[in-house]
């Protein structure tokens, strides 16, 4: 499977700038490779990415190579979705919940209905 753009690759290093400081919403997927429920819902972050592109940021960040991001903000079980605005957690998702929670939770942060 090709690489999406659409979906930023975020590391402990790298959070603050593309997550906390971003001007536009983001949804943080926060994944592990051995989760078999990450791999599940994989593809609808894909969809939700090429969906939402350049009116929200979709990113994912693996928590076994980036164990500080996730202890920070209390991530316990994959896949965990925080949903950020102006650098603050506004909703969380945690599970393979499918598409429309994700949804609903993008549009609620985009002012849209879902």
């Known amino acids: 499977m090709a690489e999406n753009l659409n979906i930023t690759t975020l590391t402990d290093d790298n959070f603050e700038e593309e997550v906390l400081d971003a001007d536009q919403p983001v949804l943080v997927d926060f994944w592990a490779t051995g989760c ?3 791999r599940q819902i994989a593809p609808i972050v894909e969809e939700l990415a090429d969906e939402y592109e350049g ?3 979709i990113g994912k960040i693996d928590v076994i190579e980036n ?3 996730a202890r ?3 991530v316990r079980s994959t896949p965990t979705f925080l949903f950020f605005e102006n650098g603050e957690v506004k909703e969380q998702v945690v599970g393979a919940a499918g598409k429309q929670p994700l949804k609903e939770n993008l ?3 985009l002012g849209q209905p879902a």
């Open 36 to 38: 078999a429920p990450c």
């Open 55 to 57: 009116q929200a940021k």
């Open 67 to 69: 164990p500080q991001t």
């Open 72 to 74: 920070d903000y209390g």
């Open 107 to 109: 549009e609620a942060l």
